[in-house]
């Protein structure tokens, strides 16, 4: 991952992938283009920009071979596209991805249902995905990202344990992941729980291996989990511009953390981030307002920078 | 302040004057009652119920000592009211308050905007409450809390310091206050602004003197707020159902941190609030659901509990 000098945490804006990817309403191949271009603009030089998954379950992403290109042209932005398994991995190889994260639940039941697989089988393709990175010319190789989906709890089975966790993580590096993502995929985290699983999967990976976390903000604890990653050592974060991602039929009950908010968190506490506040605020507004159906969230946007407020990154 | 055996913190809702002081809609005096009554059966034992101000001020305050009779015939509240001078105070007690907060600015220049007295003349105008109170006979006075106001930023000047707080916790304690309110107004603060600064005031007050936390969730870092302030030691805090208080111009521009949200993050840490948390959802519903403009925040009463989730306070 990229961590520049003038930055103590990285951020990943995931709007593209995880944001659309809930959003019905396509959003034409152009705009996503500017959308990407303008945020790295104001300084978010990672970017999950799509996903490599057949157009018929999610036409949103029928674009992901051109918006891999597009990526590509950005000197400063690392970009990652969602694989969910061996076909797509491929195609997103050929379409000139680099880096590739793939989920891979901690919960038994939420992986039979989402993949109708064992989490051990699901391991055992995973580490057939890395097998067939490694057996391709070293120009060719992406880096190889195992998310460690629903790690703190489960809309179909509830509890989701720290063995379950520590399961996974350990199932990824033995797979030969590259990095490990960690993610509160139906927000169910609480900060103790937070710090607690956190502490367990650095002590597990080890100081070598990157390690980001995925947080959702569906009761509220987004921001508060975030800080709690970061004060056991986590210093890459996903989110979403304007909280993208929310299920529309239940206005509040947001998706991913809201970027601004979570970079004004960090910001405010003199974390580094990089990213131009004043710049990513009036993005929101460029990118969503000509966009129906697309329901946003967040309390910065609307409320704006405390008067006086000085950021640790120049504008 | 009431801290029963069977809770860690105490959570105060201050929606009746706080949130609906914000309110243009007038809220019918039963509705008021109810609204009161129903959330102390959830198991929330404080409440700040109205303002002593001019009802040509505020109309919404118009039943104040109507309010202030019903919440003293109900046994295991323990009821606030806001009073913002000494006139004020006089019709509280004459009603039966039994506990008054009185707000006074940090920020100099919130205070000669909001009561056009220097912080000095607010101090000793409220000096001159706590001898009214002393020179009563002793079933007639009231608990006099002193609340500091603007005290992590304020929308007029700017930066507040740490001095400027701890400047304002001396004079209201110098003054005689009972306890001490110390109060993120505007909703500037951050997680580390509010470890610093509360750890200086407790070290001011000292053990003996309770202290309570009034965050605002303007730029969505009110519950990091109040974990922080719980992490260095404060175990009461204010909130608002609905997080009503928020500017109805700016949806999402929340007011008053949440309480059902905030109920639901102590909980989910394991650290007991006393409060049914699905009853309190239930409320939210029956609350609102028929008050037109009253516009509404939070996360728990549209996602609900997490699956399997277990409070620490039994239903």
Redesign the interface.
Known sequence: MNTSLNRDVVLCEVGPRDGLQNTKTFMPTEQKKAWIAAEVACGVHEIEICSFVPAKLIPQFVDAAEIVAFANSIPELVSTVLVPNLRGFENAVAAGARRVAVPLSASEAHSQSNVRKSREAALADFAAMVDANRAKPEHERATIVGAVATAF???????VTEADVIFMTEGILNAGADEVIVADT???A????IKAIFTKVIRTIGPDVPLAAHFH?????G??NA?AAYDVGVRHFDATLGGLGGCPY?????GNV?ME?LA??FE???VRTGIDLDALIALRRTVFNDMAGLET???????GL????EATTAA
Chains 1, 2 share one sequence.
Do not use: N
């Open positions: 709890g489960c809309t179909i089975q509830g509890l139906v927000g169910y609480s900060p103790a729980q903000d569906t009761r509220g604890l921001i508060a800080l239940a206005p509040g009950a947001s809201v908010d004004f968190a405010a506490m003199g969230y967040g309390h910065l946007g609307l409320a405390p008067k006086g407020f």
